[in-house]
């Protein structure tokens, strides 16, 4: 099987895929108080989930680990600065001066 053929056969089977499960979504919420439990029991585990991570925040913050959110927030910070270092270098470059960072890409 060449490569072509492979794609082919991944793409129906995704398509196939995202028909049956189309189908088995439609018949679950097809009874309406049937879909109201599913939501309500989908909000009790999202509600679950953010109370875990709150209690995990405050737990590392207590023995002084940075916290999931901290690790978030930094790399939230450090992509926005990478995206500012490509801007202006961009702008640098149409000045005709040579790259800021040198020959090393920032990761």
Same mark, same amino acid.
């Given at each position: 099987?060449?490569?072509?053929?492979?794609?082919?056969?991944?793409?129906?089977? $995704?398509?196939?895929?995202?028909?049956? @499960?189309?189908?088995?979504?439609?018949?679950?919420?097809?009874?309406?108080?049937?879909?109201?439990?599913?939501?309500?029991?989908?909000?009790?585990?999202?509600?679950?989930?953010?109370?875990?991570?709150?209690?995990?925040?405050?737990?590392?913050?207590?023995?002084?680990?940075?916290?999931? @959110?901290?690790?978030?927030?930094?790399?939230?910070?450090?992509?926005?600065? $990478?995206?500012?270092?490509?801007?202006?270098?961009?702008?640098?470059?149409?000045?005709?001066?040579?790259?800021? @960072?040198?020959?090393?890409?920032?990761?």
């Amino acid at each position: 099987m060449n490569g072509e053929e492979q794609m082919g056969l991944r793409q129906d089977l $995704k398509r196939r895929a995202m028909s049956l @499960s189309q189908k088995a979504m439609e018949r679950l919420f097809a009874d309406e108080e049937r879909a109201m439990r599913i939501a309500g029991a989908i909000g009790k585990v999202q509600r679950g989930k953010a109370a875990f991570d709150r209690g995990q925040d405050r737990l590392l913050r207590t023995f002084s680990f940075a916290a999931r @959110s901290d690790f978030k927030v930094v790399g939230k910070q450090l992509s926005a600065l $990478k995206r500012r270092l490509r801007d202006l270098e961009e702008k640098l470059e149409h000045l005709g001066g040579a790259s800021v @960072s040198g020959d090393k890409p920032i990761d």
